[in-house]
């Protein structure tokens, strides 16, 4: 689940694998090209720069589905434009693009302080760990996006006035916003577990095991009942709706409460009057 740990590898396998001086995958992030996984880097090499110049960046511009293979890099252009190659003695440079669902995103390479020559086997094996490295970064960003919307349904459920609960198969409670533990006047910790009997009473309890049990078929239920809160009746709308697991079983309910018995009171006193 590491995906720097994993990214720290694949790097290290490529520079292990094909004998290398050093390995290193670099990405575009920003507009910047950035070192993300090294091995037996110089201490002091930069890991990030301007992209303009670097080899890795042209093999990135490149974007073709084999190795950039530059033998003589002292004699090369790369000698004037990328700083390592002098800076480090660099003789020969080996490198795979790095593609994240189809885009080109980075590079993988090895490079060397003595004449190399891959074999096709190494240029085969650092296109298949450069396609690793690819579906490293297809994941996390996946990750991303799902930390990312956890973040926003955690914000709206504590931040919604209504109170917001789901419930497992047993009809206990496996999650209160805040909204609903203000109602209740306690904390939300000491009401998972419980049961409708023991929030609200088993009167209350009966008719809602009844639309629970609706709601785990698959049904979507919308009703106004009554409940004692603190010993205060209180009326609530309430939409229920069942959760599925992957395999299409219930995996429990979610359910949404307003309080609408002030709404529901001025009602009265207009008819009323």
């Not at 880097?41 to 530059?70: F, K, Q, S």
């Not at 003695?89 to 080996?94: A, D, E, N, S």
């Not at 190399?116 to 990750?143: K, Q, Y």
């Amino acid at each position: 689940p590491d995906f720097e740990a994993n990214v720290a590898r694949l790097t290290a396998l490529a520079g292990e694998m094909l004998d290398a001086t050093c390995a290193l995958n670099n990405r575009l992030d920003l507009g910047r090209l950035c070192t993300w996984g090294r091995w037996q880097a110089p201490p002091d090499l930069r890991t990030e720069d301007a992209p303009a110049g670097h080899i890795c960046y042209d093999v990135i511009r490149r974007a073709e589905n084999d190795v950039l293979l530059i033998p003589d890099l002292p004699s090369s252009r790369y000698a004037e434009s990328d700083p390592n190659v002098r800076a480090y003695g660099l003789q020969t440079y080996v490198g795979h693009v790095v593609r994240c669902g189809g885009t080109p995103v980075g590079s993988l390479c090895v490079v060397y302080q003595r004449t190399f020559v891959p074999t096709e086997e190494d240029r085969r094996l650092l296109g298949i760990l450069a396609a690793a490295l690819g579906r490293e970064e297809l994941r996390r960003r996946g990750d991303e996006a799902v930390r990312q919307s956890e973040t926003r349904l955690a914000t709206i459920i504590s931040s919604a006035r209504d109170s917001i609960f789901l419930k497992d198969p047993g009809l206990r409670y496996t999650l209160v916003n805040p909204a609903m533990a203000a109602l209740l006047g306690r904390p939300a910790a000491e009401l998972l577990g419980k049961s409708d009997a023991e929030l609200f009473g088993p009167a209350a309890a009966a008719h809602s095991a009844e639309v629970d049990r609706r709601v785990l078929a698959g049904e979507v239920v919308e009703e106004e009942t009554e409940k004692p809160v603190n010993g205060v009746p209180r009326i609530f709308h309430t939409v229920k709706v069942p959760l599925r697991g992957p395999d299409g079983r219930a995996t429990g309910l979610c359910g949404v409460a307003r309080d609408i018995t002030e709404r529901k009171q001025a009602e009265a006193a207009l008819r009323a009057s």
